[in-house]
């Protein structure tokens, strides 16, 4: 049974239980690698993008027509003798197949695999009607055995070692089982469950598709055993949401070219069964199958009229949001989610199950952008994940206290500002030269993996005038977004940047005005002061003054370029300064290769052997892969490619603050990947990443040396 953490006390608790699974983990990651590997492979020689394109579009037309789909399906599939009902409530849907189980005097029951199903809680219901439910999919069959919800919407026993299924098996086959022989393990199965097959009065399944034009359901499985449950009893229920209502088959074939590939990387899978009308049924006196098709709401209509929420249900349950993330890598599905799971199961578990079961599992996103760039239907989870957060604590009917203090000061520029150039003052009794090597005790050794920067005694703002390098008849001019990393902790960073720049004669510019880019408020869900420094910003940056806005911070230009147009619009319509400004924003690697299309002549060649961590929001956020890379060889750098360097860090502002043992958990294979490489240094392009990274370095007393991109080319410039 499950039972999700309804507050964060609880939900750390159970953190810290999984965190203890190392098997788990290492199945997780293995999982991860491999799954990274083969989706490549089987999306090879296609325009994924075009798909992901014609999936979201297919989709989208569709919601806004569910209800209309629904009756044009009931048409056809009742002139077909298919039964059709619509219920409004999980509760509905299963006391729906109840009925329709004691009407047929049914009594035992084979089930295929279906979210829909562990969504509505069907096997409890029908178990206490007294009626036998048997899951035939393995991995459904295994967790039923062990009492357990899926761990994941696709394949729901991942979290199992074969050593666990051996004892299981042994248990329900009286026989002891060898575990290395997972053939054997897999033919118990087979055993115990054909007789299921074959006494039972009804099957139960899902359905991936239901097509509008023809009454007709589509099933896609890799195990066989949908066609079984589907064919061999004499009565065949289909529950299914409502959002599985397309209009044709070409919807569903253009949906079933991304769904195999993305959910585990197969080019095709094992089933797809399409089913319309009655079939003919040895097992039935009249000779045809008895078909009832329950057609799910649960909310579904609502969200498909919602303007922002709508996009989830496109949803084609893949599953790869999660195979993707690197907090479902760590915790796995039981902790990751409640019935659903991952990055959909975040958002989905708020609308079907209630905001109990969503309070602690939603604010449990990195905002790294990995579910995003990988969902088929293109939907922006990450966003939806942290508005999902935002009507948790409506609902709730408060905010917490630090939420509210942290949206006040930073939506007035002025006081953040001063607070931040005080605080350096402060943190004089815990600083270490560079670094706050050990935290006050208050925060607890939990918050201890890593070592913290001081804030710098003097911002970049105060040195600009002194500083800023004179630089006659410019190329280009070019306002810098310097973010409250640089501003505030590595003004270096900035000022090699600019140095550098201008020995390409770039002229840059500090608007004086600009303040935080609004990231930490949307990750907070404070939507409404992220809007308000959105508006600051984009005044303070004058777009019109310059070439380009130049951005050091991976995250700040990618949440200016994403998410200020969705803050900003005004009627649905995006104003044209935020075009303008999402049009010049531009990343410093981006910058350097595709704008001063920089030379190997500008550079010494030093050889220095450098590994490189991609920051989130530059290789998804911006969709920047090869820049840095290029740059990085352009510079007379050896770059020495790490494992999973595309992967999280673990910063993420305050998600290292409130996850700390999961931050911990990704920042210690970052470091370990990192050290393997064998290099130097450490180049990255976000100052939030340099922070995490060092920190880390730091603890573990590793020799190497972590900095941005700036810095390093700064060096590595022949003359300026
Ligand atoms: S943004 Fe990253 S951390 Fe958040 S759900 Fe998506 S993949 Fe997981
Ligand atoms: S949200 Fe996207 S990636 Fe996740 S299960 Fe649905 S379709 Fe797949």
């Known amino acids: 049974m499950i039972k999700t953490p309804q507050n964060m006390k609880d939900y750390t608790d159970q953190i810290r239980a999984t965190l203890k699974e190392k098997f788990l983990q290492t199945t997780l990651n293995n999982f991860a690698t491999s799954y990274k590997a083969s989706r490549a492979k ?73 979210m829909t199903a562990e969504e509505t809680f069907l096997n409890d219901h029908l178990e206490k009607q007294g009626l036998k439910v048997t899951e035939t999919d393995l991995g ?55 007789p299921r097959f074959i006494e039972a009065d009804m099957g139960i399944s899902g359905a991936n598709f239901a097509m509008a034009d023809s009454g007709a359901i589509g099933i896609v499985t890799n195990e066989g055993n949908a066609r079984l449950t589907t064919t061999l009893p004499r ?17 569903a074939l253009t949906a079933l070219k991304g769904l195999t590939r993305n959910a585990t990387g197969q ?107 990988v969902c088929p239907a293109k939907i922006d989870l990450p966003y939806l994940i942290k508005k999902v957060y935002r009507e948790v604590m409506d609902e709730d009917g408060k905010r917490p206290l630090r939420n509210r203090l942290l949206a006040r000061v930073m939506g007035n520029r002025k006081l953040f500002h001063t607070l931040l150039k005080n605080a350096w003052m402060a943190q004089a009794p815990i600083a270490d030269g560079p670094k706050i090597r050990h935290l006050p005790t208050i925060f607890g050794r939990k918050h201890d993996f890593r070592t913290i920067p001081v804030l710098a005694k003097h911002p970049l ?17 070019v306002a810098l977004f310097a973010g409250c990393a640089q501003d505030f902790i590595y003004p270096q960073q900035a000022k090699d940047a600019v140095t550098l720049l201008a020995s390409y004669g770039v002229d840059v510019d500090l608007p004086m005005d600009q303040t935080c880019c609004g990231l930490p408020l949307l990750m907070m869900a404070e939507n409404e002061t992220a809007k308000e420094v959105a508006e600051q910003n984009l005044k303070a940056l004058d777009t019109d003054r310059y070439d380009y806005i130049l951005t050091l911070c991976a995250s700040c230009g990618s949440h200016i370029k994403e998410n200020y147009p969705k803050l900003l619009q005004k009627e649905n319509a995006v104003p044209e300064g935020v075009k303008k400004l999402e049009e010049k924003i531009i990343d410093f690697s981006s ?49 020495v490619p790490a494992a999973d360097e595309d992967v999280c860090c673990g910063f993420s502002g305050s998600y290292s603050v409130d996850f700390p043992e999961v931050s911990e958990q990704l920042l210690r294979r970052k470091v ?28 573990h007393a590793s020799r190497m040396r972590v900095c941005h991109m700036a810095e390093i080319l700064r060096e590595m410039r022949k003359k300026e």
């Not at 009565?235 to 088959?249: F, M, R």
């Not at 929420?309 to 760590?330: H, K, M, Q, T």
């Open 42 to 114: 089987a999306f090879s020689g296609m325009d994924l993008e075009a798909l992901r394109e014609e999936i979201a579009c297919a989709k989208d037309a569709a919601l806004p027509r569910l209800e209309e789909l629904l009756e044009e399906f009931t048409r056809h599939a009742e002139a077909d003798g298919v039964k059709v009902h619509f219920a409004k409530t999980a509760q509905e849907a299963n006391a729906i197949i109840a009925a329709i189980a004691k009407e047929n005097n049914v009594k035992t029951i084979v089930k295929s695999k279906s």
């Open 140 to 194: 459904e069959w295994i967790i039923q055995l062990r009492h357990e919800g899926p761990s994941h919407m696709v394949m729901p026993a991942i979290h199992l070692s074969r050593y666990q299924v051996g004892d299981l098996f042994t248990g329900v086959s009286g026989e002891e089982q060898d575990p290395e022989n997972i053939d054997k393990l897999v033919k118990v199965a087979r055993k115990q469950l054909r």
């Open 235 to 251: 009565v065949h229920v289909t529950l299914a949401g409502v959002d599985k209502l397309i209009p044709d088959i070409k919807t």
């Open 267 to 373: 080019g095709i899978t094992s089933y797809v069964t399409w089913i319309k009308g009655q079939p003919p049924c040895g097992a039935s006196e009249k000779e045809v199958q008895t078909r009832h098709i329950v057609f799910l709401d649960n909310g579904r209509l609502a969200l498909a009229k919602d303007p922002v929420f709508s996009e989830v249900l496109r949803c084609i349950r893949c599953g790869a949001c999660a195979n993707v993330c690197p907090i479902y890598r760590i915790l796995g599905g039981h902790t990751y989610g409640h019935v659903y799971i991952g990055a959909i199961g975040l958002i989905l578990t708020f609308f079907y199950h209630g905001r109990d079961n969503a309070r602690a599992i939603v604010k449990n996103c990195l905002n790294c952008q990995s579910c995003k760039v």
């Open 461 to 477: 703002r105060d040195q600009w005038s002194s500083f800023k390098p004179v630089v006659r008849n410019p190329k280009l001019k």
């Open 591 to 639: 910058f350097m290769v595709n704008v001063l299309k920089v030379t190997a002549d500008d550079f010494r060649v030093s050889g220095k052997k450098v590994a490189y961590h991609a920051p989130c929001h530059l290789c998804r956020g911006l969709d920047v892969v090869e820049e840095p890379r290029e740059l990085m060889r352009v510079a007379g750098l050896d770059y």
């Open 672 to 699: 370990a990947n990192m050290e393997a490489t064998g290099a130097d240094i450490v180049v990255t392009d976000c100052p939030g990443c340099v922070m995490q990274i060092s920190g880390g370095m730091d603890k």
